[in-house]
């Protein structure tokens, strides 16, 4: 009787460990090894074996929950088929050489808590459908070759605390629904061509830690309620054109270690509120 239940359970633990996908989300699968060039990856898969023994995959059941491919020489574009993966929670992509714009089925994976997809080749604009996947956590799409505008539609995703969009062709202005982005902790916009004065409702993102808008085109007087982000521990403003001189802000952010401000073109001083929140 006992070795009947110990190959009983070896059975379910095998059936568990060796766990394959439905049918659609591994034609979905395939789709993306052939549109990056699979057979070129450091690590390829063999479509012959079971997809839970393919690199980088995590999966529950039937469905694959997280891809993370980093680092595996991925070439070409992120298929539409994609979109099949409706379980998909993860999908890291990052430094490889990705190139295209970003599909539009990709914005349909409602269910994607980290999309990092930084230190690729894409390029065209953020899709404004960005802002249907409202259970991210973790946006990075540093270090690619994005343009136009960062999309209004950014301020849906309530649940983020990393945006990290730097290093791209962006332009424009800062959106002002970012301030909806309350459980921010990073916000890196460093290194596009971004303009524009910083909204002052930036000062209801109240858990940012990090917040580096270097190397833009920002001008005007910061906004005095920066110093109510006392969560701040970087500060990052150096080449733009703002002006004011913010000798006291450091001191103002009992938690700053990262704090500059060279190149900025400041004079003068820091934008003061009124009671009713108003410039002086």
Not at 68 to 85: R, T, V, Y
Not at 167 to 177: A, C, E, H, R
Not at 243 to 249: C, E, I, Q, Y
Request: hydrophobic share 40%; charged share 20%; with cysteine.
């Amino acid at each position: 009787m006992k070795t009947i239940k110990l190959t009983l359970l070896c059975c379910l633990l095998s059936a568990f460990t060796f766990a394959n996908v439905s049918e659609s989300q591994k034609d979905a699968l395939v789709a993306i090894y052939n549109a990056t060039n699979g057979d070129s990856w450091n690590n390829s898969w063999n479509l012959d074996q079971p997809v839970s023994d393919w690199y980088g995959l995590t999966i529950e059941g039937e469905n694959v929950v997280a891809i993370n491919l980093s680092f595996n020489n991925l070439k070409g574009n992120i298929p539409e088929e994609i979109s099949a993966l409706t379980a998909l929670k993860v999908l890291n992509l990052s430094f490889n050489k990705i190139e295209g714009k970003l599909p539009s089925s990709l914005t349909t994976l409602v269910n994607l808590e980290e999309l990092k997809l930084f230190s690729n080749k894409f390029g065209g604009a953020i899709p404004k459908d960005i802002g249907n996947l409202t259970s991210l956590k973790t946006l990075e799409l540093y270090n690619n070759s994005f343009f136009g505008e960062i999309p209004s539609s950014i301020g849906n995703l309530e649940k983020l605390e990393y945006l990290i969009l730097s290093s791209n062709l962006l332009m424009g202005k800062l959106p002002t629904t970012i301030s909806n982005l309350k459980n921010l902790k990073v916000l890196s916009l460093f290194d596009n061509s971004l303009l524009g004065t910083i909204p002052a409702s930036i000062s209801k993102l109240t858990k940012l830690e990090e917040l580096v808008l270097a190397n833009n085109a920002f001008y005007g007087s910061l906004p005095g309620e920066l110093a109510r982000l006392t969560n701040l521990k970087t500060l990052l403003l150096s080449n733009n054109a703002f002006k004011g001189n913010f000798a006291t802000l450091k001191d103002e952010l009992p938690n700053i270690v990262d704090f500059d401000l060279d190149e900025a073109n400041m004079k003068g001083a820091l934008a003061t509120l009124d009671t009713e929140g108003n410039e002086d």
